[in-house]
């Protein structure tokens, strides 16, 4: 009856043994491998809706569109067919923006809108519009730039204008070289 207890206590060290050995190894060849890649994750696409960004407790813009295009975090998108885009200054409604494509920055809540774009300010009395191929917001800053050039429209007059930045918190405009008439009254 020794013998028969010494063959098992002999194979459960032996066997012991071996797991032992098994786990070392397995450790020691832990994170070798290459993981495999994740999943791609595919942009995020929302048709007739609303993007609104909020500037910790003010609104910077909003934007109606017609087809929106978000990147997987979020963080950026485009946005296309913009009907009716509102910028505001000191949080109320300031200018009123359409444009055929716009590209976001939500991280920094700028844009640039690009090709046909059409402002025109909210409750101006005069309805002054502008007319240009190219917008940037710099949200930080509180600037809109148009460096291509705009067209001014005014009473059934229009105005040529190379580049124009308004300055929201300074209440500033600097206009470019100007070409065209304008009747002042």
């Keep these: ?5 010494l063959w098992y206590k002999r194979l459960a060290i032996l066997g ?3 797991l032992l050995t098994w786990v070392i190894v ?15 994750q595919a942009p995020v696409e929302l048709h007739g809706g609303h993007v609104l960004n909020n500037h ?28 009716d885009g509102v910028v505001f200054r000191k949080g109320k409604p300031y ?10 920055n939500l ?6 809108a690009a090709g ?12 002054r519009a502008f007319d240009t191929d190219l917008v940037t917001w710099t949200n930080d800053a509180k600037v809109l730039r148009m460096d291509h050039p705009s067209y001014v429209h ?8 190379d580049k124009i930045a308004v300055n929201f918190d300074d209440n500033t405009i600097h206009l470019g070289a100007i070409n065209g008439g304008v009747d002042i009254h």
Excluded: C
């Design 1 to 5: 009856m020794q013998r028969k207890r």
């Design 16 to 18: 012991g043994a071996a």
């Design 26 to 40: 397995e450790m020691a060849l832990a994170g070798r491998g290459t993981p495999p890649l994740p999943p791609g």
């Design 56 to 83: 910790i407790s003010t609104r910077s813009w909003s934007f109606d569109y017609e087809r929106a295009r978000l990147s997987p975090d979020g963080m950026s998108g485009t946005v296309d067919g913009v009907r």
């Design 95 to 104: 200018l009123r923006i359409s444009a055929a494509h716009v590209s976001l």
């Design 107 to 112: 991280a920094s809540l700028n844009f640039t």
């Design 116 to 127: 046909k774009v059409h402002i025109e300010r909210i409750g101006d009395p005069e309805n």
């Design 154 to 161: 005014s009473g059934g007059q229009t105005l040529r204008i």
